[in-house]
Nanobody, 121 residues
Framework: VQLQASGGGLVQAGGSLRLSCTTSGRSFSTYHIGWFRQAPGKEREFVAAISRTGISLDYADSVKGRFTISRDNAKRTVSLQMNSLKPEDTAEYYC???????????????WGQGTLVTVSS
């Protein structure tokens, strides 16, 4: 499955952005989807995950209460609503698809290109 992430940009601290992950693959609804991010000089880290049905959701502690993941299988889209952004949220954000549900990046088989989020102080 090919994934396309979009929606990144430059925003001031306290602002909001909405990232989207889309695919043309008809098997989209069979995959669990995760968002990960990688800041310069740092390792890639888990941000949020949503199960194939949308029933199970998980978030990194650092984004709980600020970020919301959702999906629309009919539109083959997963969104990440990011509110109350902080400078430490600055990173390249990636969406990925997995046959198994979890937060470990090695579980994810398919990755989209990143979309850059920059939060200024």
């Amino acid at each position: 499955v090919q994934l396309q992430a979009s929606g990144g940009g430059l925003v001031q601290a306290g602002g909001s952005l909405r990232l989207s992950c889309t695919t043309s693959g008809r098997s989209f609804s069979t995959y669990h989807i995760g968002w990960f991010r990688q800041a310069p000089g740092k390792e890639r880290e888990f941000v949020a995950a949503i199960s194939r049905t949308g029933i199970s959701l998980d978030y990194a502690d650092s984004v709980k209460g600020r970020f919301t993941i959702s999906r629309d299988n009919a539109k083959r889209t997963v969104s990440l609503q990011m509110n109350s952004l902080k400078p430490e949220d600055t990173a390249e954000y990636y969406c990925a698809a997995s046959g198994g549900y979890g937060y470990r990046s090695e579980m994810y088989d398919y990755w989209g290109q990143g979309t850059l989020v920059t939060v200024s102080s």
